[in-house]
């Protein structure tokens, strides 16, 4: 089995910049996207960022110009730094692992969530 762990959420003033870090632990197939979601309250979850194992990234627009994904495939870890940090950036921020394995047999892996708060 795989888990991820979560860290680097907290409060920030608007403004502001944060770098959430998440590292999977276990037997990790080695083609592989990670990545982050988020999600508030009385809002669906939605993609942040994500990097595949191959360096490939994906921005969702409000994330463009202000956020940096980032990975170390030997370590199994994903990083996302934020920067100007806006109140409606506000969430719950889980990380994310989708193992591409052969013939659609993907499997994939959520954190716990880890909370990220801006305030005005």
């Known amino acids: 089995q795989v888990t991820l762990a979560e860290s680097g959420g907290g409060s920030v003033q608007a403004g502001g910049s944060l770098t959430l870090s998440c590292a999977a632990s276990?037997?990790?197939?080695?083609?592989?996207?990670m990545g982050w979601f988020r999600q508030a309250p009385g809002k669906p979850r939605e993609l942040v960022a994500s990097?595949?194992?191959?360096?490939?990234?994906t921005y969702e627009d409000f994330a463009k110009g202000r956020s940096s994904i980032s990975r170390d495939n030997a370590k199994n870890t994903v990083s996302l730094q934020m920067n100007n940090l806006k109140p409606e950036d506000t969430a719950v921020y889980y990380c994310?692992?989708?193992?591409?394995?052969?013939?659609?047999?993907?499997?994939?892996?959520w954190g716990q969530g880890t909370q990220v708060t801006v305030s005005s």
């Open positions: 990097i595949a194992s191959n360096g490939v990234t």
């Open positions: 276990g037997t990790i197939y080695s083609s592989n996207v």
């Open positions: 994310n692992l989708d193992e591409l394995r052969p013939y659609g047999r993907d499997v994939e892996y």
